[in-house]
């Protein structure tokens, strides 16, 4: 005689949370143990099969360093309010690396992870938020750099300093916000992954990275300050130069504004597309 075997028909239905953001901060929470996995998945992959390794995350600030010392310090000659001009851009490398680094890695997050995106659940956002973390590890090895550069120029940061974890904050912001938006679109639209690229190597020379942003006429700094970089790359030099180096207080409110308002309408759009990454992936 056959004995009946009672199954359980149960199915669990994921519906997305309502809201304007419609970020559900407690299931990401949940899944932290998957953020860790990926992020740090994300700084191996990076570096496995390099022949110099995380020596990169020297060599190119150092390299981007040299170049604009001698085009901007020595053949352009611009103003570095008495500042050794190498130490004048290094610093602002920095947070630059950072917020390219993490835009490239973010941007293309989605797509090359499509077999997870396909296959399992889990909140997407971990995802490209966990990039963040590799970008960190190149930003912590290049700031000991930096902390020999000051030594060398005998350069004594004043109580800026303090300030400095604010900016690397904004630096987040700014990251995060633009590495939301582009991966969404990466997923529709596959030209992103070719855009971001030439984007990141344009505003490289856009921002004030090589020169002070105090170059820039009076009746073009607001505007100029719509780059958030800007107010973070002068951040990071107010912090750790004193007032030698006095940020433009009303673009570095504008640039703050336009990261946060990035990060908050890249988590809506991300949130929007979330639910056909799977269907068009």
Known sequence: MMKSIDLDTTERIIRPKS?????????????????????????????????????????RPVLIMIVFTVIFGIVAKMPSNGIPYPLLTFIAVLPWNFFANTLEETSGSLVANQGM???????????????????????????????????????????????????????????????????????LYRDVKYAVPFMVRF?????????????????????????????VIDGFRWCLLGDNITPYWPGLWLSTIFAVAMLISGMFYFRRMERIFADVI
């Not at 953001?21 to 099969?49: D, G, P, T, V």
């Not at 970008?135 to 290049?142: C, H, Q, R």
């Open 19 to 59: 809201g304007f953001i419609s970020i559900n901060f407690a299931e990401i929470w949940r899944y932290r143990e998957l953020f860790w996995f990926l992020a740090l998945r994300n700084i191996l992959i990076k570096y496995k099969q390099a022949v110099i390794g995380i020596g990169w995350a020297v060599i």
């Open 117 to 187: 995106i396909s296959k399992i659940y889990f909140p997407r956002l971990i995802m490209p938020a966990s990039t963040i973390l590799s970008g960190a590890l190149d930003f912590g090895i290049s700031f000991i750099i930096l902390i020999g550069l000051m030594v060398w120029y005998h350069v004594i940061p004043s109580m800026n300093i303090f300030f400095l974890p604010l900016f690397l904050l904004l630096a987040v912001v700014t990251s995060l916000g633009a590495g939301l938006w582009f991966s969404a679109l990466n997923v």
């Open 203 to 231: 505003g490289l020379y856009i921002s004030p990275v090589g020169f002070l942003s105090s170059v820039v006429p009076d009746k073009y700094r607001l505007i100029y300050s719509l780059n958030p970089m800007v107010g």
